[in-house]
Every structure is written in structure tokens, then in C-alpha cells.
């Protein structure tokens, strides 16, 4: 009987140590950095930005002809309004579109000129024009609708923040891309690149000013191939054709708040806030599951690029590198098993944005990089672009990437930091007209913290 008792006692201990270390863990503080950065999280998202600069009523009905202005707030308020209805319902996505696709024509476009694997924009529609032509056929209003962004300063989504919040179209705000190349192809540079200006303009609000992570990085992503068209364009132009004035603004050297994404990653904290709730998981999962712990570990691997350090690392255009998410297999994450998993998985993620970000930031840095050797006057020798380049102003320097130059000399070149996803492993623009075919053999610009050291070492 004695050793009956003692197994019982055994076993007893065994059963009761899991649920022991489990309450432990519940009982635990969140971390101080996780909670302070839970905080400045929340506190960030209590200011809201004026509602009559926001971009998100016209790029939710930018798929719809004919809607006037002072139409939107009404079709806004009955989209959210059947939004609102259908959650009550259970009917999770359901609204997808405006009520609007059933009182104006809607505009069919797949945008599929011009993407981003496609290398040149301007040499793909000049292979195509017909086609690319066909595709703009009816769209002069849709145009129009995205050359109006430009006016807004900030983009909020008009939807109640949840786990199936609807988005626009956004993919439409790039459709008129390859209709910018199509006028240059036809003769009309002037429409071309003031197209152009407007839409990188618009696309840096969206970089640096929306209250989502997928907003910026379309922005980036339109910024990037907007500067990419640009210097195409330019690198076909004399030196005497006048750019609109607008473009001196639009392809500006980028500044450290576009590319850090703190804002649209506060925003990004925001939506997810709302998601975790012990209602947004399984029953069985609930007892493995703390909203308040988990929107905590979001809040810290969200601010990271936000940090003195990351953005010092992006003031001198180094590859960011941050901080590691925290592991999985810590006490706290006993009694959080659940938001430790979810958050491990999406953590490595942000590093990528980031990096991509980056790379969006060289490539207008780049046509800015244009812009100024433009002007500048040549001289004999095959070696005056490299003369001209030495030069280089130190505001519009990558205190770490090497502009180097194509071996055909028809092109400078970046480091791309996003290595995993980009099609090409440079950031390329094309050199100005007068330019072209000056660069006999590799190149590459001293960095402003090595001024005084030999040329850096070829293209390999």
C-alpha cells in the first residue's frame, strides 16, 4: 500500500508540473522591451491624420467611370455599412467591391505590361505598342482618376480595422505605367514624363504615409518602376528637352522616413491588434493564447526598423540588419504557444520589406543620380564620365553601394539588398543621352567615407 501512495504522489507530480509551468508562464510579465514597444505602438495609433487628405476613398472606387466626388463619402458608407453586415452574419469576406460596380462601368485591366520581372518597361511596350495600345483603349478616365493622387497626403482604410478588412485594387494605381512609355514611343515625352512624376509623387505618399504594410510596398513598388521608366525615358532624350518641374521633387534623393516603414508598420500593428482576440483562434487553442502577450511580441518586431540603429543603418544605405525575433521556446511562450507560433513564422518576413524598401530607395536615388548628370557638361576623353561621377555631390551618394557602370556603358548600377525575390541582381538606370557609350570600361563612385582611396575594384 506504502508503494501504491508513493506512485500516486509520482504520478500526481508528473500530471501537475505541466500545469505548474504553464501557470508559471501566464503569470509572467510581458517583457519590458515588448511592452514598451506595445506601448508606443498604442499610442502612435490613437492620432488620426485629417480625413480630407486621405487617398483610400479614391483608390477604392479607382476601378469605376463616372463617379463623381461628391458621391464617394455615400458609396464608401454603404460598403462599410454592408461590411459591417456581413461580419454580424459570419459571411467573413464577402465584400470585395464597391457598390459601385453595380451603378458605373467598372474597368477590366490585368496591368500586365510593365511588372515587375519585366526588365525594361520602354523596350517591352516598344516591342508591343498595338497591344499595349489595345489595352489603354477606354481607360483615359482611369487615368486621369490616378494622376489626381498626387493631391492626397496619407492613405487610411476607410474599413472598421478586423482579420477580413477589405483593400482596393490596388494594382490599378500601376495600370497607366506602360501608357506613360506608349506616349514617349509616339512622340510625346512631355505627357510621358509628366505622367511619370505624378505617379512616383503619388507613390511615395503611399511608401512613407499608409497605414498598411502591403500600401507601402505597392508604393515602393510603383516608385521604383515609375524612376526606372523615368531614366529609360531620359536616356533617350537631348539635353535640351525640359523636364517638368515636378519631376525635381518626384525622383528627390529619398529620405530615411520613406524607407524605414515605421509608419505603415504602426498601422500594420494596428490591423493586427484588432485580428488577435481569443474570438480570432480555435477553443482549443485558447488556453496556448494571449492576445495582450502576443500583440506585445507584433508591437517589438514591427518598431524594430524604427530603432535609433536601424534607421542610422539606413541613413548610410547599409543592408539592415535586425535584431532577431525573440525564440519560440521561451517561459513566456509556454502559456502562448499559439501567438509565439504565429509571430515567429511572420517575423523573418519584415527584415525582406525592409531590404526591398531599400532597393526601391536606390533606384530613385539613382534618377536623381540622372537628373544631376544631365546637366553637367562634357568634356573630351573617353574617362569623362568617370571624371564628371567623381564629382558627385554627397547628397545624392550611397555612403555604402558602389555606383558602378555596365560593361556596355549604357548604364550605372546599384547593389540590389533584396536578393531573394528581385528579378535582377542590380539596381539599374540608364544613363542620359549625351551620356551613353561615355563609359568605356567599369566603373564605380568612391563612397564619401573613402574619398581618398584607389578606384574601387571592377564589375565581376
Partial sequence: MKGWKTSAIVLGA???????????SRALPVPEAQARALEDMRQAGESAPSPQDNAFPAIWLLPYDGVAEDQWAELLAEDVARHRDAMARGADGEVQDSVAGDRFPAISSQTRWCRRDTGSCLEQVRKHQEAVAADHAGHDALHERVAALSRYGHYRNGFTLEAHMPFPRLALVMERTSAHALAHVHGDSQAALKGVCEDAMSARMLMRRSDSLLVAAVGGAWAERSASLFTDILSELPRQERLPALCATAFAPPAVAELDMCHPLRGEFAYQAASMTSASVE???RGFFSAEKTQARAAWLLSRS?????????????????PAPPPVWDPHCVANLTGCIVMGIDGPDYEVYVHRMQDHGA????????????EQPLTQGDDNALTALAELPSWLRSPSRELRGTPAGDALELERYDTAGAPQGRVRASLPLHWRGRVTRSLCVRSASNADTPACAPVR
Avoid at 14 to 24: A, H, K, N, R
Avoid at 363 to 372: E, S, V
Fill in 306 to 322: 524604427c530603432s535609433a540603429s536601424a534607421q542610422a543603418q539606413i541613413h548610410e544605405d547599409e543592408r539592415v540588419q535586425l
Fill in 283 to 285: 477553443p482549443y487553442q
Fill in 363 to 374: 533606384q530613385l536615388r539613382l534618377a536623381a543620380i540622372m537628373m544631376w548628370l544631365r
Fill in 14 to 24: 508528473l500530471l501537475g508540473l505541466p500545469v505548474l509551468i504553464w501557470g508559471i
